[in-house]
């Protein structure tokens, strides 16, 4: 997710640098009934206003502007001590989910998309560590009711550039490696690029064994249909052929924690006559025709998945997906940015793409410049999730100032939080990117995740308004 690697044109420089002067507190955006159909099947819509919460107001303390009745409190921050004692809290934050947790308390459960050049590593820890040589993993924040931090440890180790994923039916968080380093390059003594599922209340009930049935790949992100079991999966591939749609059929659907180690068929998704999903530009263009294709070889032994022969029809591929998840009877997935200019067959600055497995129908919900009329403030959407009004939350992953946007459900994009924290100077200001963002089981509080320097906040305010 840091990697977003795009050249951006001087326009959309342009536009990221008045907003950042301006704190990009203008009205909402009207996207003129886009994203209709994408809150329509959401059990938890409510009305939100017609432009989010207001402007943003600057935080005297530099860290998080929120709009007026917001408020922050920093939960972790890379270099802190664990509260376990395991060693410093890791660098570069990433994905992250919430689970209800017994007696009013909630678990999170927070990735580090650490390379083998990782600032702060994940600590080594006996029985929780994969790849004693990788820097990545997750750790997992308990909180009372009230709030309150009461712990903080390491849930998995040993794994590398833990991007995204996404939470299980039966409230386990499977975890992504966005890499395909094999044993022996990088220093690492073990193949990478697999998930893994965490038990954020109790990490040594899933210990750090790797799910090689659901690939091995450049994971991102991941969403589970709760009806079927289904798992489906990103790929965010750098470079050509780019990343693939995957679905993952387990032997054992909604088995509970451990069940998806009883393995599966992976299948990647073909949409017959659309090589690059980048060439369809129209908003509500509908493929009622989706094909499912079995992966070759899913462990990528000796060719990585996406430039495997699926034969003389070929493979669907798109540039940058990376936000996965599941909504009302769909699942919801995020193609960041596309530029013909590095091998996409058309431009665009995101896309958000619905499949409906029932009808096996895939739409194109929405579409983000530069030639349309819907232009996100920013640039790059990156992790999305549902928000308590039925809206989206959207973390922006590109340049310049960084934020967190709504889009509620007429429609319009508002800013909700903006990053202050400056990693590079005064003449070259650089913001770490927003990841990880999620709500608590209640609604009541948003987690969201500032990669680097890497803080977690908790973010609290009238969200029902």
Not at 44 to 56: E, R
Not at 57 to 65: M, Y
Not at 264 to 277: F, H, N, T
Not at 367 to 380: A, H, K, M, N
Request: glycine share 14%.
């Amino acid at each position: 997710m840091s990697e977003n690697g795009s050249p951006h044109s001087s326009a959309a420089t342009t536009r990221r640098q008045m907003l950042a002067r301006s704190g990009a507190v203008g009205a909402g955006i009207a996207f003129t009934g886009a994203l209709s159909e994408l809150f329509t099947d959401s059990a938890a819509a409510q009305n939100l206003g017609h432009y989010g919460y207001g402007d943003l107001v600057p935080d005297p303390d530099g860290l998080l502007d929120l709009p007026r009745g917001f408020r922050y409190k920093v939960l972790s921050k890379e270099g802190d001590r664990l509260r376990s004692g395991e060693g410093p809290v890791p660098s570069n934050h990433d994905g992250m989910a919430a689970f209800a947790g017994q007696q009013g308390r909630t678990h999170l459960v927070r990735n580090h998309e650490n390379r083998n050049t990782g600032r702060v590593p994940v600590p080594v820890i006996d029985g929780l560590t994969y790849d004693p040589e990788g820097k990545g993993g997750c750790t997992a924040l308990t909180l009372d009711r009230s709030g309150r931090v009461v712990d903080e440890r390491v849930a998995i180790a040993g794994t590398a550039v833990n991007c995204a994923g996404g939470p299980t039916p039966w409230h386990t968080w499977l975890t992504c490696e966005e890499t395909e380093d094999k044993a022996g390059t990088n220093g690492y003594t073990k193949d990478h690029g697999f998930i893994f599922e965490v038990d954020g209340a109790d990490p040594r009930r899933t210990g750090a064994v790797p799910l090689t049935a659901m690939g091995r790949f450049q994971h991102e992100a991941i969403a589970v249909d709760p009806r079927r079991g289904v798992v489906y999966e990103t790929e965010d591939a750098f470079e050509r052929p780019f990343g693939l749609f995957y679905r993952f059929l387990p032997r054992k659907p909604l088995g509970g924690t451990g069940s998806l180690r009883a393995g599966g068929k992976l299948q990647a998704m073909r949409v017959p006559g659309v090589p690059d999903l980048s060439s369809v530009q129209e908003i509500g263009a509908r493929f009622d025709d989706v094909e499912w294709v079995d992966v070759p070889d899913p462990l990528a032994v000796e060719t990585p998945i996406r430039f495997q022969d699926f034969g003389p029809k070929g493979i669907t591929h798109a540039q940058k997906l990376e936000g996965c998840y599941w909504g009302g009877r769909s699942v919801y997935f995020v193609s960041s940015f596309a530029h013909a200019s590095q091998g996409s067959a058309a431009d665009h600055y995101g896309q958000i793409w619905r499949y409906d497995p029932d009808r096996r129908r895939l739409t194109l919900v929405i579409v983000f410049g530069p030639d349309t009329d819907i232009q996100l403030p920013g640039e790059s959407p990156d992790n999305i999730c549902l928000a308590p009004s039925g809206g989206l939350m959207v973390c922006e992953d590109g340049g310049g100032a960084q934020h967190v946007y709504g889009v509620t459900r007429r429609g319009e994009v508002y800013p909700m939080a903006r990053n202050r924290q400056n990693t590079g100077t005064a003449e070259d200001p650089q913001w770490g990117e927003f990841a990880g963002v999620t709500f608590s089981p209640d609604g009541r509080t948003m987690y969201v995740n500032v990669y680097d320097p890497g803080t977690t906040f908790a973010v609290t305010g009238p969200w029902r308004r």
